[in-house]
């Protein structure tokens, strides 16, 4: 069973820095890791993926430059980052981890877990 639980979210100005972290248990080494948000009122949203090496990764556009997707697979446990800098009011939204078994990372479907989602909110 997979399990996963994000952190690290919580209240900021614009132009500052968060970063957020999934803990992945089970048997997730081998699986594409996702961040997705949503907004309040609108849909969920593609943000970052990473391969389960980690050497390659995928950034919606509206987060390219600003946001770096990295993962820490020496663990039992993964821990999948998501370093968010020059945040804008319009980033405000919660933020999930999710992780498939197969897929790239362009392709922003097919993900099986998902977390709990933790809540990143950015001040004008």
């Known amino acids: 069973q997979v399990q996963l639980v994000e952190s690290g979210g919580g209240l900021v100005q614009a132009g500052e820095s968060l970063r957020l972290s999934c803990a992945a248990s089970g048997r997730t080494a081998s699986y594409t890791m996702g961040w997705f948000r949503r907004a309040p009122g609108k849909e969920r949203e593609f943000v970052a993926a990473?391969?389960?090496?980690?050497?390659?990764?995928?950034?919606a556009d509206s987060v390219k430059g600003r946001f770096t997707t990295a993962r820490d697979n020496a663990k039992s446990t993964i821990t999948v980052y998501l370093q968010m800098n020059s945040l804008k009011p319009e980033d405000t939204a919660v933020y999930y981890c999710a992780a498939k078994t197969y897929g790239s990372v362009t392709d922003s479907g097919g993900y099986d877990y998902w977390g709990q989602g933790t809540q990143v909110t950015v001040s004008p």
């Open positions: 990473i391969t389960w090496s980690g050497g390659t990764t995928n950034y």
